[in-house]
């Protein structure tokens, strides 16, 4: 009987590389909220996959860049704490041959990494196939990589190759998680970035980065099969209040709807869910409030 493997796959890149997609796409549900924004993901998210070879939790790391807040120190301290915990490493890179500054920086700080890592050219469906082997031999010398996958996260290609991978290089042991578990994200805090994420998707370019969403109530009614959600979204300036709710409270009654069937996916219930919008001045550059929205360093 062949011996099970268990272990953490980290995955790692530039702001809006894709490794929420890819993420999602491996485990099969929607966990890692995701949008065109760069620097949607702010959590280090851990989900689980098993199957008859063995359990992957796979990390969900904030895209690495240079911090400009406190906000900005909680996101990188999550992604390097994640490195401290990898059995292999997985960095998502765009189909292209120039390599910038900000690629070379990301080489810099994991080439100290004991664990294999995996060059992974996501978004491959972009570019013929000629190219791509372009893209492999401009890569392939920037790390000693024990292997470098080209796979398509949006069209699920390169996937059964890549998990295939990982297994073959995860050491054996138990596992971390029950086999029927996929994540250990709080159902609130999931609720809450389901939320944030149609407002990064509706709202304009200037805001999404200043948002923040609190729950703050998720009960289930005692007659009827129904959650009452109230949660709150939390924005940076006065003027940006009116702009989330929206002439007539259109825009805010546009998330909320395009949240709820998430959120009752989420719950397997109906959900009656209820937004309000508060200001916070400059929330991302207070230490204090960035932990009290859920970003507390001390949590790492």
């Known amino acids: 009987m062949e011996a099970k493997k268990s272990g953490f796959a980290v995955?790692?890149?530039?702001p809006n590389v894709g490794k929420s997609t890819l993420m999602n796409r491996l485990i099969g549900m929607k966990i890692a909220i995701t949008?065109?924004?760069p620097q949607t993901t702010r959590n280090s998210i851990r989900t689980v996959l098993t199957t008859e070879k063995g359990q992957i939790v796979f990390v969900d790391t904030p895209g690495l860049h240079k911090a400009k807040n406190r906000l900005g120190d909680y996101m990188m301290a999550?992604?390097?704490?994640?490195?401290?915990?990898?059995?292999?490493?997985l960095w998502l890179v765009e189909p292209k041959t120039q390599i910038s500054d900000a690629d070379m920086a990301i080489a810099e700080k994991i080439k100290?990494?004991?664990?294999p890592v995996f060059l992974i050219i996501n978004k491959m469906d972009t570019v013929k196939g000629p190219e791509i082997l372009k893209v492999?031999?401009?890569w392939k010398d920037v790390l000693p990589f024990k292997e470098i996958i080209p796979v398509?996260?949006?069209?699920?290609?390169?996937?059964?190759?890549?998990?295939?991978?990982?297994y073959r290089y995860l050491p054996e042991g138990a596992y971390f998680y029950g086999e029927d578990e996929v994540t250990d994200?709080?159902?609130?805090?999931?609720?809450?970035?389901?939320?944030?994420?149609?407002?990064?998707?509706?709202?304009?370019?200037?805001?999404?980065?200043g948002i923040a969403v609190m729950m703050e109530r998720m009960e289930k009614r005692e007659d009827k099969d129904i959650y009452d959600v109230d949660a709150v979204i939390v924005c940076e300036k006065a003027s940006h209040k009116g702009i989330i709710i929206g002439k007539g409270g259109k825009m805010l009654k546009q998330i909320g709807m395009n949240a709820r069937p998430g959120i009752e996916k989420l719950l397997e219930?109906?959900?009656?869910?209820?937004?309000?919008?508060?200001?916070?001045?400059?929330?991302?550059?207070s230490e204090l409030q960035v932990a009290n929205f859920g970003y507390d360093r001390k949590e790492i």
């Open 11 to 14: 995955l790692i890149g530039r």
């Open 35 to 37: 949008s065109p924004r």
């Open 78 to 89: 999550a992604a390097g704490r994640a490195l401290s915990e990898v059995d292999v490493l």
């Open 112 to 115: 100290s990494v004991e664990a």
């Open 136 to 138: 492999i031999d401009a």
């Open 152 to 166: 398509s996260a949006l069209k699920e290609e390169g996937l059964t190759d890549l998990l295939g991978s990982i």
């Open 185 to 209: 994200e709080p159902i609130k805090q999931l609720a809450a970035e389901l939320i944030r994420e149609k407002a990064l998707r509706l709202l304009d370019k200037e805001i999404p980065h």
């Open 269 to 285: 219930a109906k959900v009656n869910l209820k937004l309000w919008v508060k200001v916070k001045e400059n929330w991302r550059e």
